[in-house]
């Protein structure tokens, strides 16, 4: 991983080098980082400076080019060891202290590895020119050495631990955005089967043996519905206790944390290729619920599928899931007594439409604005429909994995069923035209 210095551990290297300017006259002092902390150690590992006394000290290429990156740095070690406290600290000491020694450059300069449980972490460079150090000045500037290599292996854990602290939390978002996404897609079905069950139950006549069969159907559909609402209720309970968002971490180890979570949230269709598509092959299975969702709730429903529309591309289980999210909406907002009208043969440039108009509230433009967006229902929120903000968010993410589109116009584009009170929604699904 890159080595990188938090802006404490930069103040703490400039008061151990006022140490050696102040205390012990040093003429010229760095503090040298080790590039990376790797399973292995190379040639052409390098070091960088981070602090330097006087800032204003040229620094020349190869000024210690005595000391070969091989001499200096430790034997392999896992990055692991860094969060791994060493038992034998007696021992660690001694070593460290022996390889201090080991580079003593001259009686007037002093290059010290800084070691700490046996990780190379960079190097303590300081000099003067007036006088040679002594012995008890070599082991004052061995202790900053060692001091400012605990410090870096300090600074490092927090570093790591953060990250580890990072990526649990984007986990955490992914698995319940994870966990939301299949509750949507399974209260479509749902509804659809209750809605089925109440329709059977009425044709039936009483002496009819099903009925009970019908009742049945219904009775556990309810069961379900209840069971999905408490189980929102605990996980909305679990998300306000816990605080899910990201600590702040530098763009570099964002991008990393980033570039390795894993954003495949296993949506309907995920993984199956696109294929050719009649529009009205695919609206078929879901206008079957969609009447008899829209009678049992006292709406009309109205259906304008032109025959010979060309084909379209489509992932079919992504766009049945897209278009039964839209349609599911449609339903619920309108109130009864109301119409929702489902159209095809929308055209423009190589794109094929699908529209779904509704007579109900309509969305007001504040709205408009953040529709999509993972959760957030807007006006609809103070309702007592129920909702969880997901669908428009899983079909938009759905539409453009097909490179098509969708739009939304709110009043409805259908002049003949928006009204001043009821204004209406047009939701518009484009679908790229097989050429």
């Not at 984007?170 to 659809?192: G, K, S, V, Y």
Request: charged letters at 20%; a negative charge.
């Amino acid at each position: 991983m890159l080595m990188s210095a938090s802006s404490d551990f930069i103040v703490l290297c400039r008061e151990q080098i006022s140490l050696l300017t102040q205390g012990l006259g040093a003429s010229l002092s760095v503090v040298y980082l080790t590039q990376e902390l790797g399973e292995t150690v190379t040639a052409q590992a390098q070091l960088i400076p981070i602090v330097v006394y006087p800032e204003t000290a040229a620094l020349h290429q190869g000024e210690y080019k005595e000391l070969k990156i091989t001499q200096i740095l430790p034997s392999p070690t896992q990055q692991r060891k860094l969060l791994s406290p060493t038992l034998d600290s007696e021992n660690q000491d001694k070593t460290t202290t022996n390889s201090q020694k080991e580079y003593v450059v001259s009686a007037n300069q002093i290059v010290l590895p800084l070691v700490y449980e046996g990780v190379m972490v960079g190097l303590l460079v300081t000099g003067r020119e007036d006088r040679p150090w002594n012995e008890r000045e070599k082991s004052q500037i061995q202790y900053i050495a060692k001091t400012i290599a605990i410090a870096c292996i300090l600074d490092q854990r927090q570093v790591w631990l953060e990250q580890q602290l990072h990526q649990q939390q984007i986990l955490q978002e992914q698995q319940r955005d994870l966990l939301d996404n299949l509750l949507h897609q399974f209260r479509n079905p749902l509804t659809a089967i209750r809605t089925f069950g109440k329709l059977l139950f009425k044709r039936l006549r009483s002496t009819d043996p099903n009925q009970e069969v019908a009742s049945s159907i219904v009775r556990e559909s309810d069961r379900l519905k209840e069971l999905l609402i408490q189980f929102d209720q605990v996980i909305d309970i679990d998300s306000t206790k816990a605080d899910l968002a990201p600590i702040p971490l530098k763009e570099s180890v964002e991008a990393s944390v980033q570039s390795e979570a894993n954003t495949n949230l296993l949506l309907p269709g995920t993984g199956e290729e696109i294929t050719n598509c009649q529009i009205a092959d695919l609206l078929a299975p879901l206008l079957i619920s969609a009447q008899a969702i829209s009678q049992d709730r006292n709406l009309q429903l109205i259906t304008d599928i032109p025959e010979n529309l060309p084909l379209v591309k489509a992932n079919i289980k992504a766009i049945q899931e897209v278009l039964n999210n839209i349609i599911d909406n449609a339903l619920k907002y309108t109130p009864p007594g109301g119409k929702v009208i489902i159209e095809a043969g929308y055209s423009k440039e190589n794109l094929q439409g699908i529209a779904i108009s509704d007579t109900g509230p309509g969305i007001p433009a504040k709205d408009l604005e953040h529709l999509g967006e993972r959760r957030y229902r807007g006006v609809q929120a103070q309702t007592k429909i129920p909702g969880t903000g997901l669908g428009i968010a899983i079909a938009k993410q759905l539409i453009q994995q097909m490179h098509g589109e969708i739009e939304v116009f709110s009043p409805a584009l259908n002049t003949d069923i928006n009204s001043r009170n009821k204004p209406g929604t047009t939701f518009i699904i484009w679908l790229q035209i097989c050429t």
